[in-house]
Structures are given as C-alpha cells and as structure tokens.
C-alpha cells in the first residue's frame, strides 16, 4: 500500500488502540497509516495538518468525523461503533443502575436500541443532531430520572459536568482494523477516479479542437486551451461567463433548451471557418449542461493531408530534379528552362511531347521545384484503366456506391494528393463522360465521391501529359473543348530524341552506368555500337533506348557491346540485323518496322501485352503505331 491515511483519534485510549493496530500489521501500514490525536476542533486542526502532510484519506469517529466532513475535501471514513462496543460499555457500566441514556451522534448509536432490544436492557437514546444542543438533551435527560450516560467523549464530559456517571464507548481494534481497510479502499478508488480524471484533462487539453462545456444555465464550466487560442479568450476570462458572451453565433442555448444535438455544422468566426459539433449532456433524460468542440477547417484540412500522407506514403513522392534528366541539348535545355519557370506558377501545366520522352520525369521535376515540393505527388494514367475504375480512383466513393465497394469507402486520387500535385498522364485518352467531372474540380476545387452527397474541398495543382494533337481531338470532339483551354494554360512540348540526338551519347553512358551490374563483365560500349544508336529514328524515344541498353548488356558476351551486339536485339528493324549501316540495300525503315511487328504479333498469337513487351514498348504506344500503319 502506499496510500497517505490519518486516523484522528478523538480520545487517548482510542489513540493507544490504532497505534497497537498499526504496530500488529507492519510493515503493511508502517509509515502509510498516521494517528493523531484530537477532538472537535483539536481534530479538525490535525486534519488540516495531516492534508498538508499529503493524507489522501482520513478516519475519524463521532462528532469530530462529522466536523472534518464539513470542513475538507479529502474522504473522512468513519468508525462504526459496534454492538460489540456498546455491549462492552455497558458491562463496564453494570445493568443495576436502571435506565441507561445512550448519547451521540446517529452514526455513534444507531445499534444501540437493538441491542438493548435483544438483550432486555433499559437504555434512553439520547440522539444529537449537533454539538451546540448536547448540553440541553443531556440535562433534559437527568430531569427525567437518567444516572448514568455513555456516548462520544463530549457527551460524556458534558454528562460529568452536572453531576451524571459517564463512561465513553470504546472502540474494539476490530473496527479501527476495519476502517483502515476501508480507508485503503476508497484511496485506492479516489487515485483511479483521480487518474482518469487527471488523463481525460490531459486528452482534452492536448486536443486540436475547441472544447466548451456550458452548465444548463449556459455558464462556461470548461474551456481549454484550444478554444483559448481558436478565440482569442483567456480561461480565465472565459468560465463562469454566459456562452453568449464570449462564442459569437453560438448556438449552445438552443441546444440546452432543445435537448437536440447538433453535427457537422459550420459555424463562422471573422474570416475563420469552424467546424462544430454541440452534444446536451443528459442524466436521466434531464438536460444539465452541454458541450460543443471546434475545428478550423484550414487545420483540419492540415491534418487530414498529414493523415493522408501517411496512410497513402507509397507512391506519392516525386522523386526527379531537372538536374537528373540526362542531356545538354539546346531542344532539352530550352525545356528545362521552361519547367523552371512554370514551377513558380500554381496554374495547370499541360506537357506533349511522343511516348518514352519524359512527361513524367519533367511533372515530378516541376513539382519539386514548387512551394508545394513537401506535399504528395500522385501520378495516374488515364489510359490504363477502364472508365468506370478510372472515376472511382480519381473521385472516390462511398460505402456502398457500386457492387463491390469497399466497406467504409475510399478516398479517391484528388483527396489523396491535397496540397499537392496530380499528375495526369495520358489526358487525351480520359472518357468524354469523366471529363465534365475533371473540369468541374478544375474550376470548383472541389470533389464528390461516387455515391456521396457531400462536395470535398481540394486544393490540387493538375499537370496533364499527352501524346497527341489535343488541338485535333477537339475537333473530332473526342476531348471537351472546355476542357482543353482549362489544362492548356501552361504548354511544355518535350522534344523526341531523334531532335537531340547529340544527347544519346550521355544517355548511353547514364544507362551503362545504372544497369552495369547485370552483367559485370561488359566494361564500356564500342564506339561503332554508339555510331549505330545515334543513327536510329527512336519511335520509342528514351525510354527504348533505355531498354535496347538493358537488353544489350544483359545478352552481350563480350567485354564491351559491340555493333554485332546492337545489331542483333533492335526490337522494330530486326530485318537489318546483319546490316553494316541503317540505309541503302534495307530501303525505308518505317516498312522494315512494320514488318517487324507484323512477325512477332503473328509468334505472340497476337497477345499485344506480350508483342509490346518484346518490341520494347508499352501496349498503348503498340497499338497506336498498328492504327498508323493501318491507314
């Protein structure tokens, strides 16, 4: 145990028995349990001293327990007098003198009158109510023929006084043993009570939100600090004060009277926003107060992206620097120069250029060099999923919205990249249907979810990617043209590579040095291997030379790629491979590339997921060179 317990003792022999009491249980009790002695105000005093000292219980008996009730605020647990006290008085007393009076408080007597009862004794109660009516009970008591009186040590002070026999009811150590106990109990009980109270002061004063609690006269009871910096109001200054006086449009009165509570409403404060919920505090469908708790919503917007990034960290870091794209030339620097700028602006950027020419790299690029650089960056291709998968990610969706809807909903794309930057590639390919819903949260900066019926602010910064003439797909109204002026503020056209083709002698160097650990023995590139890269049209632009890099490394047996090594894995001109030059007896290139796909379409079973992959290039790209050599 090592709860702080005082037993005031009203009497001496009371004093000697606790003290014997204690001494029987050490070390149990030893120096948690004090005894003082002192009656009535002497009592109250020693209390008063044993609080000071850290006593978070007390015990006492009689008059002075119920005196240091009045006047503390620690517990006070009382000694019962027994039946087995009473009957030991008596004996003391003998049953030959007649009736006995019986004085005390109740909580001293309330046995006495059963006892008697079962036992045949003559006794008189005589019950006090207060000390300052002691003297007149107890001579009124003598008048009417009483000898002899027990009680509490001031009764029987006051009954020697006027010439009455008087013995105290002593206390057995069986229930000082008791009350100790019971002490220990409700100390126990008062630190857990304290506890919990002590943590929910802590919760709530550590809270975000602005939490008042007014008593059913519409008096602030509670407010802590975060209603304090939300309005602007000390506490000090705020509790005890009418509601009214110190929250503008408060509508807690209306609420204590109507007993109904109140949810997500938005209650306005200067040029602040606060999101409010006000709750009646009821107890026995009685309404005695009520709470309310406030959120700015430009912070609670803070915090849900914070939540956001957390939960959703995969996949929402933009990892690339203009400094990372490979290459010098005056077409590639002039579109570094031009992202560089854009950065500064927070209007939507559309970015066209062929297939593989980096649209993705120069989004992230322009994202990092933006004010919103720590924030997520969230890439989706428009053309890699169906329509109805493609709204659900981009907008979300409610529980329940569609068959197959995840419990609770989810949030969509534009939710998840708050803050920060969306980039969507591949623009040109989004359905006609979902575009209404694109330009609405261009122009709105708001979302709603698949089946919702609430609007959910967004503050999304858009760059948009594409690879085809936006300019002719207005015009076929195959993409909205309001749409199209509203993602083409800023243009940024990335060059393809046989435009900078001064570039691919770094870039091959850059792709040697990131994949030479596929195969550790291939030392460098041939310089007629090099003549023979540079001198390709590169459909796919970087990104097929990035893997024509990796698959020569991967496959060469020699101790450097050679020519022969070049010749023997080109994905589209597999025809010329044997060639000493890319012109001449092969005649035009864009027919060998046709051929080409035409053979492995025909050994894939024509599989175009499986013919792109050997041909180096995404399915799309795959499909759109089909319907060109088809025309």
């Not at 002497?42 to 008996?61: H, K, N, P, T, Y």
């Not at 002075?64 to 008596?90: G, H, K, N």
């Not at 600090?225 to 408060?250: L, Y």
């Not at 609420?255 to 026995?284: C, S, W």
Request: glycine share 8%; net charge neutral.
């Amino acid at each position: 145990m090592d709860y702080k317990i005082c037993l005031i003792a009203p009497f001496a022999s009371m004093k000697k028995l606790a003290d014997e009491v204690i001494l029987e249980r050490d070390p149990e009790w030893h120096g948690n349990v004090d005894v003082a002695l002192g009656d009535s105000q002497a009592g109250l005093e020693q209390a008063r001293l044993a609080m000071e000292r850290g006593a978070e219980v007390l015990i006492s008996r009689g008059g002075t327990a119920l005196l240091i009730a009045e006047q503390v605020s620690v517990p006070v647990v009382q000694i019962q007098v027994t039946a087995l006290d009473i009957l030991r008085t008596i004996k003391q007393v003998g049953v030959s003198l007649g009736v006995i009076g019986v004085a005390g408080f109740r909580n001293v007597i309330y046995e006495c009158e059963t006892l008697a009862e079962l036992l045949g004794i003559s006794v008189r109660v005589i019950a006090l109510e207060n000390k300052a009516e002691t003297a007149e009970r107890i001579a009124f008591a003598a008048s009417e023929g009483i000898k002899v009186v027990i009680g509490d040590a001031n009764s029987v002070e006051l009954a020697r006084q006027i010439g009455l026999g008087g013995y105290v009811i002593g206390t057995g150590k069986d229930a000082i043993y008791k009350a100790i106990k019971e002490a220990e109990l409700v100390a126990e009980v008062r630190r857990r009570e304290q506890e919990r109270a002590e943590l929910l002061q802590a919760i709530v004063n550590s809270s975000t939100d602005g939490i008042v609690a007014v008593d059913k006269a519409a008096r602030i009871t509670f407010f802590n600090p975060a209603a304090c910096d939300i309005f602007q109001v000390s506490q000090a200054m705020a509790v005890g004060r009418s509601v009214s006086e110190v929250i503008p449009n408060t509508r807690l009165p209306a609420v204590l009277d109507n007993g109904v509570a109140e949810m997500g409403e938005v209650q306005h404060l200067g040029n602040k926003e606060l999101a409010t919920k006000r709750i009646p505090i009821k107890i026995k469908d009685e309404v005695v107060g009520a709470i309310a708790s406030f959120q700015d919503v430009t912070q609670l917007q803070r915090f849900e992206q914070a939540i956001r990034q957390k939960l959703h960290s995969k996949g929402l870091v933009a990892k690339v620097s203009l400094k990372q794209i490979v290459g010098s030339s005056p077409a590639l620097e002039a579109a570094k120069r031009q992202a560089h700028r854009y950065a500064m602006s927070s209007s939507t950027v559309l970015i066209t250029g062929e297939s593989g020419t980096g649209k993705e790299m120069f989004a992230q690029s322009i994202h990092n060099l933006s004010s919103r650089e720590k924030s997520p960056f969230v890439a989706v291709n428009c053309a890699a999923l169906p329509e109805n998968l493609l709204e659900s990610e981009l907008l979300g969706y409610e529980e329940g919205a569609f068959t197959g809807a995840k419990k609770g909903g989810k949030q969509g794309l534009f939710e998840l990249a708050h803050g920060g930057t969306m980039f969507l590639d591949e623009i040109g390919e989004m359905p006609l249907a979902l575009q209404a819903r694109l330009l609405r949260v261009l122009q709105e900066k708001e979302v709603m979810r698949l089946g919702g019926d609430r609007v959910i602010p967004v503050d999304v910064r858009v760059i948009a990617a594409t690879n085809q003439d936006m300019a002719e797909l207005v015009a076929k109204k195959q993409f909205r043209e309001d749409l199209y002026y509203r993602l083409d503020i800023l243009r940024l056209y990335l060059p393809p590579l046989r435009d900078r083709k001064g570039d691919i002698p770094m870039l091959v160097e850059y792709f040697y040095r990131k994949l030479k650990q596929l195969n550790p023995g291939v030392k460098g590139i041939a310089p007629e291997a090099l003549v023979i890269l540079e001198k390709l049209s590169w459909p796919g632009n970087v990104r097929e030379l990035a893997n024509l890099m990796e698959r020569a490394l991967l496959l060469s047996d020699n101790e450097v790629v050679t020519a022969e090594d070049i010749k023997s894995i080109l994905p589209v001109q597999a025809a010329i491979h044997q060639a000493d030059s890319l012109s001449g007896e092969y005649g035009n290139l864009e027919e060998m590339e046709k051929e080409a796909i035409e053979q492995i379409l025909r050994e894939e079973n024509f599989n175009y997921t499986r013919a792109a992959s050997r041909l180096g290039i995404n399915r799309t790209t795959l499909w759109r060179k089909i319907q060109k050599q088809n025309r």
